[in-house]
Nanobody, 114 residues
């Protein structure tokens, strides 16, 4: 079984930066793709970024050029560096592991406001 725990969310001003972390338990982390999703109030959950076990990255158009996803298989962790944050980035952010099924963390709140 897999457990994912996110951290690093908080309140930041527009133009600021945050770094989200997700730590995984279990032995299958290194074999599968991982990603970050987000969900704003009244909106559908949307894909933010993914990174494969080989390091290939994909980003939503809304965050490309501002966010960077990375992973450390030795630490069984995935990260999301968020720069030039906008109010539209306000959401609960979730990490996931695309294993035999999709595994999810509990989410961490990111609020971008002046």
């Amino acid at each position: 079984q897999v457990q994912l725990v996110e951290s690093g969310g908080g309140l930041v001003q527009p133009g600021g930066s945050l770094r989200l972390s997700c730590a995984a338990s279990g032995s299958i982390f290194s074999f599968y793709s991982t990603g970050w999703y987000r969900q704003a109030p009244g909106k559908q959950r949307e894909l933010v970024a993914t990174i494969s076990n080989g390091g290939s990255r994909n980003y939503a158009d809304s965050v490309k050029g501002r966010f960077t996803i990375s992973r450390d298989n030795a630490k069984k962790s995935v990260y999301l560096q968020m720069n030039s944050l906008k109010p539209e980035d306000t959401a609960v952010y979730y990490c996931n592991l695309r294993g035999p099924s999709y595994y999810w963390g509990q989410g961490t709140q990111v609020t971008v406001s002046s």
